[in-house]
């Protein structure tokens, strides 16, 4: 049995990879996923959102994801996603401006392809502030 999990992070533009993780958590489409290594195995889809790690060290790390999926094994766990940012990357005035932006498109949609539109826009957004202030929390 292994006491640490192998965290891959695959967009287009590349792969992060991280070694010697004690736990990855994730926002599913069915709510908040914690795996510890040794997990069972389970494919799953993923809302934007963070990818929280605790590394070797014990230090909590946390990344942006856009939606995705997930591969979960025993020792590892692998993310597909359409892209990635660290928390340094993430704009705090705009992502909220970001926020505003969708909150408005959805008072003012025409049709329900800019409904959903207008909510993945508000979720993305939701998402990105939602890493400052976890990051903030762990400091």
Known sequence: MSDSLTLTLVHPEGKIEKSN??????????????IYP???Q?????????VHFIDAQKVHEFLFITKGFAQVT??????????????SDVDLEEAKASLDQAENRLTS?????DLTEAL?????ARARLEIIDKTAKTK
């Open 42 to 50: 389970l494919l799953t889809s993923l809302r934007s959102g963070w």
């Open 74 to 87: 025993p020792n590892s766990v692998t993310v597909i996603t359409e892209s990635v940012e660290t928390v």
């Open 120 to 124: 993945a826009a508000r979720d993305y």
């Open 109 to 113: 949609r025409h049709d329900s392809h």
């Open 21 to 34: 993780v004690s736990f990855v958590g994730l926002k599913t489409i069915a709510g908040e996923l914690g």
């Open 38 to 40: 040794n997990h069972s």
